[in-house]
């Protein structure tokens, strides 16, 4: 079965660095594109960084560009989001996701979530 599973959250100062992995199984990982959300304590879930198709254009959210870089490796089936000049706003617990269809559906799947702090 499909699986997305996170790593790499944590403590960290405000202006450190952090790099999430989200560790992907059970499907053909080089022919999708992945997505990373991030959901703030009382807050919604809000996009932060995605990728088109693998390998293609990446999007992110205004509030991270040129501080975040979302990145993959086929042969590890793993996505990574590099997360530099962390702020107290970067607190939240963030998740990768993906699409994936299914004859004539589409199907949406979810990691756990890492929990990043942003605190000093």
């Known amino acids: 079965q499909v699986q997305l599973v996170e790593s790499g959250g944590g403590l960290v100062q405000p202006g450190g660095s952090l790099r999430l992995s989200c560790a992907a199984s059970?499907?053909?990982?080089?022919?999708?594109?992945v997505t990373w959300y991030r959901q703030a304590p009382g807050k919604g879930r809000e996009l932060v960084a995605t990728e088109t198709r693998p390998g293609g254009t990446t999007n992110y959210t205004d509030s991270v560009k040129g501080r975040f870089t979302i990145s993959r490796d086929n042969d590890k089936n793993t996505v990574y989001l590099q997360m530099n000049s962390l702020t107290s706003e970067d607190t939240a617990l963030y998740y990768c996701y993906v699409r994936l269809p299914a004859g004539s559906r589409t199907y949406d799947y979810w990691g756990r979530g890492t929990r990043v702090t942003v605190s000093s």
């Open positions: 059970g499907f053909t990982f080089s022919r999708f594109g």
